[in-house]
């Protein structure tokens, strides 16, 4: 079982819906949970870090911990076209100081 | 603001060769990575350094040398290239929290 699972996609929903994310990890130690957004040929870079079972809104994006459920979410609303990326949720797990261990991330595509 | 710089950003080897990426960070970060992206596995570490003086393996060390050559500077060599490393590299580098900060990536090709 890999330690941090997300859907592969191609996730695809149409401009001005909501893109729904998924994630799940292994290691139920893990404590600090990040998404991270990568364009093609770009580097990944944070939209979302969250810590805390419950929701993270910002701005558009909304981020959902279950650590029961060991589960990772990533809302958009509003998506738009320029949303149209690769998503990669990445999670810090136990024992291991500041490194990250990511999934192999969820291709969205916004339609106009 | 440079962040992390990472070089050269596109190379080409031939099956044995060796080279060396080079990072560099001006985020005063104590900890640095390297990783590694290929379709459909995301990104695997290959080295990381807590901090100045320190290195230890990541999940596919195999084939790779690091070196941290002072707080702003974290070096990877192959020393041996093999067509199996033909990947993306991003060095990164981290400091509270684990906000890990990515480099613009270097493309390698191995032939």
């Known amino acids: 079982q890999k330690e941090v699972e997300q859907n592969s996609g191609p996730l695809s929903v149409p401009e001005g819906a909501i893109a729904s994310l998924n994630c799940t990890y292994s290691?139920?130690?893990?404590?600090?949970f990040f998404w991270y957004r990568q364009y093609s040929g770009k580097s990944p870079e944070l939209i979302m870090s969250?810590?805390?079972?419950g929701d993270k809104e910002d701005g558009r994006f909304t981020a959902q911990l279950n650590k029961a459920s060991q589960y990772v979410s990533l809302l958009i609303r509003d998506s738009q076209p320029s949303d149209s990326a690769t998503y990669l949720c990445?999670?810090?797990?136990?024992?291991?100081?500041?490194?990250?261990?990511f999934g192999s991330g969820t291709q969205l595509t916004v339609l106009p | 603001n440079a962040g992390v710089t990472q070089t050269p950003k596109f190379q080409v080897l031939k099956t044995g060769q060796s080279m060396t990426l080079q990072c560099a960070q001006d985020m005063n970060h104590n900890s640095m990575y390297w990783y590694r992206q290929d379709p459909g596995m995301g990104l695997r570490l290959i080295y990381y350094?807590?901090?100045?003086?320190?290195?230890d393996k990541g999940e596919v060390p195999n084939g790779y040398n690091v070196s941290r050559l002072n707080k702003r500077e974290f070096s990877l060599r192959l020393e041996s290239a093999a067509p199996s490393q033909t990947s993306v590299y991003f060095c990164?580098?981290?400091?509270?929290?684990?906000?890990?900060?990515f480099g613009e990536g270097s493309w390698l090709t191995v032939v």
């Open positions: 969250i810590y805390s079972n």
């Open positions: 990445a999670v810090n797990p136990s024992g291991s100081a500041r490194q990250l261990t």
């Open positions: 350094s807590a901090s100045e003086g320190t290195t």
């Open positions: 290691d139920r130690g893990s404590q600090s």
């Open positions: 990164a580098s981290s400091e509270i929290r684990n906000t890990i900060y």
